[in-house]
């Protein structure tokens, strides 16, 4: 047996690597399905402005309700505790929420894409999207940890709770019957949504629904030697954004973490299905106006990121699926800010010279 390998196996005893290892899995899955199918929130009210349809906006609200639904009933079962999630554990104040949620939201219709699209998109060759996602990732550290982050706390010490919210179920105190019966609903929801979406997009939101609860579920079990457990983790873009950027500048002294390969794996999906659909190409900005606007964009969604706790991805699914009230808090203001800059922007108010093509 070659000397390098029990070294190489030896990541199985470690449980924060193990589960880098199963959400660089997922990472390929959810770029591959999001890519070839254009999964997108924003893209789905762009179309819906443009009388395009409802395909895109049926497939989020799949997803969406997919991940309720399995997540929620894993819970329901036992084989599933969610209380130490960012979701449920995070103290702040519901306003400071939905403004970041806003905030993203109009970021993300300057830049024609989320956070999520934009880095799918930078893997198929997108360079306009390439820098926008890198302006998140530095506009979403700042927010963190940097300059923007005395901003942030200012904001957030409006209204602060005392506590941690509690998930919708257990404070409507229905119990675990009543999670049950919930993720029997969300279930019929998801398929009819999926009937709209279509057959390709409508499965894909289910199967990127099903990768959420598989994440919580991974985590939760892969995560716990029993001396250290993580928490759970699900997928989000915001935080892993900026903690890839800190990585690969810190590689030697930094920790790989879920995030981290999450985002690593939708790069490398995203690519992959590009390549296979003959949709891998090259493209970069086309007027400086339409490069301010996309790099002013890229801070907005990086600093309302961090402000609501994640992103289109991060509260309007991961988060949603804990039925945690911050997220329902978020993702509606998220869709809010997102309509009212595709409304804006409809209304050609905004439009540059030489707009691009929908993302």
Do not use: H
Not at 123 to 135: P, Q, S
Not at 158 to 164: D, S
Not at 200 to 215: E, H, K, Q, T, V
Request: hydrophobic share 55%; with cysteine.
């Amino acid at each position: 047996m070659p000397e390098s390998l029990p070294t190489f196996l030896s990541f199985l005893s470690e449980p924060r690597l193990l589960v880098a290892a199963v959400t660089l899995m997922v990472g390929v899955a959810f770029g591959a399905l999001a890519e070839s199918t254009q999964f997108c929130l924003l893209g789905g009210l762009r179309d819906k402005a443009d009388g395009q349809g409802r395909s895109r906006l049926a497939a989020f609200g799949a997803a969406a309700l997919a991940a309720v639904a399995l997540t929620q009933a894993l819970s329901g079962l036992g084989y599933l505790d969610l209380r130490t999630s960012i979701y449920l554990t995070a103290v702040t104040a519901l306003p400071a929420v939905a403004i970041g949620g806003f905030v993203f939201g109009v970021g993300a219709a300057m830049t024609r894409g989320c956070a999520g699209r934009l880095a799918v998109l930078s893997a198929t060759g997108n360079l306009r999207a390439l820098v926008v996602i890198l302006v998140v990732a530095i506009a979403g550290y700042a927010t963190m940890r940097g300059l923007f982050a005395p901003i942030r706390t200012e904001i957030e010490s409006w209204a602060r709770p005392a506590a941690a919210y509690a998930d919708v179920v257990t404070s409507a105190g229905f119990g675990e019957t009543g999670r049950i019966v919930l993720a029997l609903l969300a279930g019929a929801g998801a398929i009819a949504f999926a009937r709209v979406a279509g057959l390709a997009r409508g499965a894909a939101a289910i199967a990127i629904g099903a990768l959420i609860a598989a994440s919580w579920s991974a985590s939760s079990i892969l995560g716990d030697d029993g001396f250290d457990k993580l928490a759970p983790w699900s997928p989000s873009f915001i935080n892993p954004l900026g903690n890839s950027l800190i990585y690969v500048l810190t590689f030697t002294g930094a920790k790989i973490d879920a995030g981290v390969t999450f985002l690593g794996g939708v790069l490398i999906g995203a690519f992959l299905s590009s390549l296979a659909g003959g949709r891998a190409k090259l493209v970069s900005f086309e007027s400086p106006r339409q490069t301010v606007r996309y790099l002013g964009g890229g801070v907005l969604m990086g600093f309302g990121g961090v402000m609501a706790i994640g992103c289109s991805t991060g509260q309007g699914l991961s988060g949603l699926s804990t039925l945690a009230p911050a997220s329902f808090v978020a993702i509606a203001a998220i869709s809010a800010g997102m309509w009212a800059g595709v409304a804006y922007e409809t209304r050609g108010a905004a439009a540059p010279t030489g707009a691009p093509a929908r993302a």
